[in-house]
C-alpha cells in the first residue's frame, strides 16, 4: 500500500519546464533537477501548497541571479578549467543556472582553438556547427584558428562558421603559415556582419604567398574582416615577409588594407608591417581615438614628420606606445609632442629628438629601453632636462656595459620603484652602482643573460667584498660558521642588503654559469628585512643555508616538497634542485 505521505515530486527550482540543449552537452539536457526544499521547524520536506505559498511571497536564494553568480564564483574559481565538468552538471538545473553557468564559462574560458598542429579538424567544426544550431547561449566567444585549418577542404565550413556565429565572435585569432591555402572568394563575405567581434588578430607566420592579380584570397580576407567589425575595438595584425621582393605587392596590399579600412572604433592597434609614409598619413587620417599604439616597424623607412604627425593626433588619448623595428635598422627619427595621458613607453632603437619628461611625457610611469648594438638611444633617454618625479618603474631587457647608465636613471628618476636589468660580465659595476645609488627600490628584477663556459662569480657584487676574500671564505669556512665572520670588516662596497624597502626580488640565470653561494643568501638575501617575494634560479646555495631560508620563508604552493639540497658542504659545487623557485616571507617572521 503506497505511503500516504509520499508527496510526487515537483519542480520547485524554477518556472521553466524545459532547457534547451547547449553545443556539446549531453542528450539528456532537457532534464531538470528539482531541489529539496526543508521547512525551518523539524527539517523536513513542506507540502507543495506550503511551498507554493513561500515561494508566493518571496524566492529561493539559488533562484536570484545575483546570489547564484557569487556562490558559483566561489564553488569555481579561479581554476575554474578543473571545474569544467562541474560547471557543465549545473548548466543541466534550470534555465537560470544555465545562463549563469554559461556566462561563467564563457567570461573565464580560453580560446577555443581549430586546427592545431596542423590537423584541418573539420569534423570537430562540423560537430561544433551541429551543436551551435540547436544553442541558444553559446558558451564560447573566443576562438583561435591555427594554420593548419585553412585548407580548402574547410572553405565551406570556415564560411558557415562566420555567418552562424555572428552573435557569438567577440574574439578571432587567425594565423596563416606556407601551408595555408584555404581560398576567400571576396563575394563569399559581402554581407557578412560581426558587430559582437571586439578583438581581432590576423598573423601570417613563414607565409610566402604572393599578391598577383589572380589571387589574392589572404588579403580579402583581411579586407571582409575589418568591413564586417563594426565594432571593434583591439586590432593586431602581423606579417613579417619571409621574401621582400617577390611579396611586395602583398606588402603594399596589407599595408593599405589597415591603413584604410581599420575601423574607427579601434582604440588599440598593434601592427607589425612594413609601412610607408603614405600609409602612416592614411591611418591618421581615418581619426583613431587610439589608448594603445604598437608598432614593430619591420625596417620601414619613414620620415620624422609623418610619425610626429600620427602622435600628435593621439596625444589627448594615447596611453600606451610601444615602438620596436625587429629588422635592427631603425630608419626612422622620433619626435614627440605632448602626451597628456601616456604612462607606458617602449622603444628600440631609433634616433631621438632632443625632448623634456616634464613637458612631453608628464604622467609617465613606466619606461622600457631596448638596446642592440650601442646604448646611444638610451643614454639619450635618460638625459632630460628635467628630472621626471612620476616614474616608477624602469626596464633594461638588454646587456648592459656602462654603469654610467644606472647614473643617469638615478638622476632622471628619483622616484623609482621597480628595476629590471640584465648585466653582463663586463658591466658587474651597474649592479654596484645600483646597491649603492637606488636605495629607494621595492622591486627588483637582475637577469643574467647566457654566457658560455664562463663561470661568473657574483658574491664579491651581491656582498660588497672583494673577490679574494670570498675565495677565501668559500675555501675556509662552512655553513655552520658564517656568524663568526666579521663581515662589517671584510665589506668594502655597499650590498644587495642596503636596499633596505626592497619587497620583491628576482635573480635569473639563464647560462647555468653564475656562481651565487651561501655568501651571497646569508650576507645579503637573509639581510633584506622588507623581502617579500624571493624568485631564483638554480644556484650554489648549500642544504644548511637553504633550511634557513626555509625556516624564513613561506614557499608558493608550486614548490615541490620533495625538491631538497645536496648535503654537500658549503666550498662544494652542488646546489639546490630548484628551478625558477619562488619564496614568500610572511611579514611576522623577524629578520636577522
Known amino acids: 500500500m503506497p505511503n500516504k505521505n509520499k508527496r510526487r515530486r515537483e519542480d520547485v527550482v524554477d518556472n521553466t519546464t524545459n532547457i534547451v540543449k547547449v553545443g556539446g552537452e549531453s542528450d539528456n539536457a532537457e532534464e531538470l533537477v528539482a531541489l529539496n526544499i526543508k521547512d525551518d521547524g523539524n527539517n523536513q520536506s513542506s507540502s507543495v501548497g506550503d511551498m507554493d505559498d513561500f515561494f508566493s511571497t ?44 554559461t556566462k561563467l564559462y564563457r567570461r573565464n574560458s580560453e580560446d577555443l582553438v581549430f586546427g592545431e598542429q596542423h590537423g584541418s579538424d573539420s569534423k570537430r567544426m562540423r560537430k561544433f556547427l551541429r551543436d551551435m544550431h540547436h544553442s541558444f547561449d553559446n558558451p564560447i566567444e573566443t576562438y583561435r584558428f591555427d594554420p593548419g585549418f585553412f585548407t580548402q577542404r574547410n572553405e565551406f565550413l570556415f564560411k558557415n562558421f562566420l555567418y ?7 574574439t578571432l585569432k587567425m594565423w596563416f603559415d606556407n601551408q595555408s591555402d584555404l581560398r576567400f572568394r571576396k563575394r563569399c563575405y559581402a554581407s557578412l556582419k560581426l558587430d559582437c567581434l571586439n578583438y581581432l588578430f590576423f598573423g601570417c607566420v613563414n607565409y610566402r604567398g604572393t599578391c598577383s592579380a589572380e589571387r589574392m584570397e589572404l588579403t580579402y580576407a583581411l579586407d571582409a574582416l575589418l568591413v564586417a567589425a563594426t565594432r571593434l575595438k583591439k586590432f593586431c595584425f602581423s606579417f613579417p615577409p619571409k621574401d621582400i621582393k617577390s611579396q611586395q605587392g602583398m606588402i603594399k596590399r596589407f599595408g593599405d588594407l589597415v591603413s ?50 600620427l602622435f600628435q593626433q593621439q596625444e589627448s588619448s594615447l596611453q600606451e606606445i610601444r615602438l620596436l623595428d625587429s629588422e ?50 638610451n643614454n ?55 646597491f649603492a645609488n637606488l636605495v629607494q627600490l621595492e622591486e627588483l628584477e637582475i637577469t643574467f643573460p647566457f654566457i658560455i663556459d664562463v663561470e661568473m662569480n657574483v658574491d664579491p657584487v651581491f656582498t660588497g667584498m672583494s673577490l679574494d676574500d670570498c675565495e677565501f671564505l668559500s675555501r675556509c669556512t662552512f655553513p655552520g660558521n658564517l656568524e663568526t665572520v666579521n663581515y662589517s670588516y671584510l665589506q668594502a662596497s655597499p650590498s644587495i642588503a642596503n636596499l633596505s624597502k626592497l619587497k620583491k626580488l628576482t635573480i635569473l640565470d639563464h647560462s647555468n654559469e653564475i656562481r651565487l653561494t651561501d655568501l651571497t643568501a646569508y650576507f645579503g638575501l637573509l639581510r633584506l628585512a622588507s623581502l617579500e617575494v624571493l624568485e631564483m634560479s638554480r644556484f650554489n646555495i648549500s642544504s644548511e643555508i637553504f633550511q634557513v631560508l626555509k625556516e624564513k620563508v613561506h614557499l608558493c ?33 623577524e629578520t636577522l
Not at 578549467?81 to 552538471?89: A, E, G, H, L
Not at 638625459?383 to 621626471?388: R, V
Not at 654610467?404 to 622616484?415: E, G, R, V
Not at 616538497?561 to 623557485?581: V, W
Request: proline share 5%; aromatic share 8%; hydrophobic share 40%.
Open 164 to 170: 552562424s556565429s555572428t552573435q557569438w565572435i567577440v
Open 260 to 309: 584604410s579600412k581599420c575601423p574607427k572604433s579601434v582604440t588599440n592597434l598593434k601592427l607589425e608591417m612594413k609601412l610607408t609614409d603614405a600609409q602612416v598619413d592614411a591611418l591618421k587620417d581615418i581619426g583613431l581615438s587610439l589608448d594603445v599604439l604598437h608598432c614593430d616597424f619591420r625596417g620601414s623607412i619613414l620620415s620624422s614628420n609623418v610619425l610626429f604627425n
Open 58 to 101: 518571496r524566492p529561493h536564494p539559488l533562484l536570484i541571479p545575483h546570489i547564484i553568480e557569487l556562490v558559483f564564483d566561489y564553488l569555481f574559481l579561479p581554476q575554474i578549467n578543473r571545474n569544467i565538468p562541474d560547471v557543465r552538471s549545473v548548466r543541466l538545473v534550470s534555465r537560470t543556472w544555465n545562463v549563469i553557468a
Open 557 to 589: 604552493e608550486n614548490y615541490d616538497s620533495s625538491d631538497s639540497c645536496s648535503d654537500a658542504t658549503f666550498s662544494s659545487d652542488s646546489s639546490c634542485d630548484l628551478d625558477q623557485l619562488e619564496f614568500n616571507i610572511s611579514e611576522e617572521d
Open 380 to 434: 639619450l633617454m635618460l638625459q632630460s632636462t628635467t628630472p621626471c618625479t612620476t616614474l616608477t618603474s624602469l626596464e633594461l631587457p638588454y646587456k648592459i656595459h656602462d654603469q654610467n647608465i644606472i647614473n643617469l636613471a638615478t638622476k632622471c628618476f628619483p622616484n623609482l620603484k621597480k628595476l629590471e636589468i640584465t648585466p653582463t660580465q663586463e658591466g658587474m659595476g651597474v649592479l654596484a652602482s645600483v
Open 328 to 377: 635592427i635598422k631603425y630608419a626612422y627619427e622620433l619626435k614627440f609632442p605632448r602626451f597628456k595621458k601616456l604612462t607606458v613607453l617602449e622603444i628600440q632603437g631609433g634616433s631621438i629628438s632632443k625632448f623634456s619628461f616634464k613637458d612631453n611625457f608628464p604622467v609617465l610611469e613606466r619606461l622600457l629601453l631596448f638596446g642592440w648594438e650601442n646604448e646611444k638611444t
